[in-house]
């Protein structure tokens, strides 16, 4: 079977009219991960949602090649079904439980998870006695870790991950790495931004440089 891969093309990216990074060249294919580096306010986030398709570029272009199609080129934005996106917000609706939550979550990337499926991840995660407490009543890291859970729920190929480790302590965010080594091993991609020190065991990582405008 054929790898995904994602191509970016001299891309620029900003806010408004106001380029924070340009001319950006880089193609991944399945089995790679890359770190987005850069300072403060370079556009790392911007970059992330660009590429799942959240925002239009300023110049350039983002592909994307399925493994699961006949090798047709296509456009993230239509590919819900490709792509897992975890961004730095958790996402969560403080009224509703962590098994409402992801339930929502899924549907809404096209995927439909049993409850059980749902409660077993949470366990996995440590969070089996807070599987349906209102959400609004969890810590920050649990919060993270719950949001997180959709990395063990989904088959995307393609994760886009926006400081995903923040919050975590080091058991969870040693869980992180596993998960993630455990996707690029099994031929996906993964992209992420992060401060905190992520180990991806035998998984080399690239870098994705942004430099300011």
């Known amino acids: 079977m054929k790898r995904p891969r994602l191509g970016i093309r ?13 001319g950006l060249d880089i193609s991944l294919v399945g089995g790679e991960a890359a770190r987005v580096l850069g300072e403060n306010g370079a ?7 660009t590429l799942g398709g959240l925002q239009a ?15 047709a080129v296509d456009d993230p934005v239509l590919l819900q079904d490709e792509l897992c996106f ?36 949470l366990a996995e995660l440590g969070l089996k006695r ?4 209102p959400s609004g009543r969890l810590s920050a890291g649990q919060k993270r870790r ?17 400081e995903p480790a923040s919050a975590l302590d ?3 965010r040693a869980l992180l790495c ?8 099994a031929g996906g991609i993964a992209v992420f931004t992060t401060h905190e020190a992520l180990t991806l065991a035998d998984v080399p990582v690239r870098s994705i440089e942004l430099l300011p405008c």
């Open 43 to 49: 556009g790392k986030t911007t970059l992330l949602r």
């Open 10 to 22: 001299n891309l620029s990216c900003g806010r408004g009219e106001n380029a924070l990074f340009q």
């Open 57 to 71: 570029p300023l110049t350039g272009e983002v592909v994307w090649e399925s493994a699961r199609d006949t090798g």
């Open 86 to 121: 975890v961004g730095h917000d958790n996402a969560l609706n403080a009224a509703l439980t962590p098994v409402e939550n992801l339930d929502v979550l899924m549907r809404l990337c096209g995927r439909r998870v049993a409850p059980g499926r749902i409660r077993d991840t």
């Open 170 to 172: 080091v058991d969870s």
């Open 178 to 185: 596993a998960r993630i080594a455990a996707h690029v091993a």
């Open 146 to 162: 719950v949001s997180l859970a959709r990395l063990w729920l989904t088959d995307a190929p393609l994760w886009l991950l926006d």
């Open 130 to 133: 807070l599987a349906h407490r």
